[in-house]
């Protein structure tokens, strides 16, 4: 089954501008999240990630947000680059299956000049 | 380092054929993974190993065998191949143990006819 889902398929932005992508989890057990990005072509890469005793961590040009009472989870991109283009994936831990994760379908998010 | 290596980077195969995509990791983790992406979806969990010796079945399972050969290799054999597994498969490694972050490779496109 899916435990996690994104609220948007698709996020355009113009380059500068400020990102938020959403993601909505079933599991309220889940002690960590994750956000990795996937650019064209090539494997996930991690991004950011946050423990679920917190509810704000920040990156570089990164932040991202963790409500429990809503199970929603977002990450923050600060001043949008067109290298930031890419498909970006929120995953949480597999249940039951060590350090497996299950990821969301995802958001592809397109940066425009 | 190299990180996570897959070969081969694409295949054909013909319905009923079979193969063994091969994964390899040189950061010493202990915990390696398979995972397909199918299109506009996200990652699935085929198999996964939490440490050498020890193998376990993720959420989509069928039709495939893994082997942890060594604390570095991961195999993935599909013994009868099937127009359902044309996917892009992902081999991925973590220190396990507590160590969430997981490290991808970049991937294998499977093509079956």
């Known amino acids: 089954g899916e435990n996690v889902g994104l609220h948007l398929p698709t996020l355009s932005v113009q380059e500068g501008d400020n990102s938020i992508i959403n993601c909505a989890y079933s599991?309220?057990?889940?002690?960590?999240f994750i956000w990795y990005k996937q650019e064209s072509g090539k494997g996930p890469q991690f991004i950011i990630d946050?423990?679920?005793?917190?509810d704000k961590r920040q990156g570089q040009r990164v932040t991202v947000l963790l409500n429990k009472t809503v199970k929603h989870l977002s990450l923050q991109i600060a001043a949008t680059q067109p290298g930031d283009s890419a498909v970006y994936f929120c995953?949480?831990?597999?249940?039951?299956?060590?350090?497996?994760?299950?990821f969301g379908k995802g958001t592809t998010l397109s940066v425009s000049s | 380092n190299a990180g996570v290596t897959q070969t081969p980077k694409f295949q054909v195969l013909k319905t009923g054929q079979s193969m063994t995509l091969q994964c390899a990791q040189d950061?010493?983790?202990?915990?390696m993974y398979w995972y397909r992406q199918d299109p506009g979806m996200g990652l699935r969990l085929i198999y996964y190993?939490?440490?050498?010796?020890?193998?376990d079945k993720g959420e989509v399972p069928n039709g495939y065998n893994v082997s942890r050969l060594n604390k570095r290799e991961f195999s993935l054999r599909l013994e009868s191949a099937a127009p359902s597994q044309t996917s892009v498969y992902f081999c991925?490694?973590?220190?396990?143990?507590?160590?969430?972050?997981?490290?991808f490779g970049p991937g294998t496109r499977l093509l079956v006819l």
């Open positions: 991925a490694s973590s220190e396990g143990q507590g160590s969430e972050t997981q490290y």
């Open positions: 599991n309220s057990a889940s002690d960590y």
């Open positions: 946050i423990r679920s005793n917190m």
């Open positions: 995953a949480e831990p597999y249940e039951g299956a060590g350090t497996a994760l299950i």
């Open positions: 950061m010493n983790h202990n915990s």
């Open positions: 190993s939490a440490s050498e010796g020890t193998t």
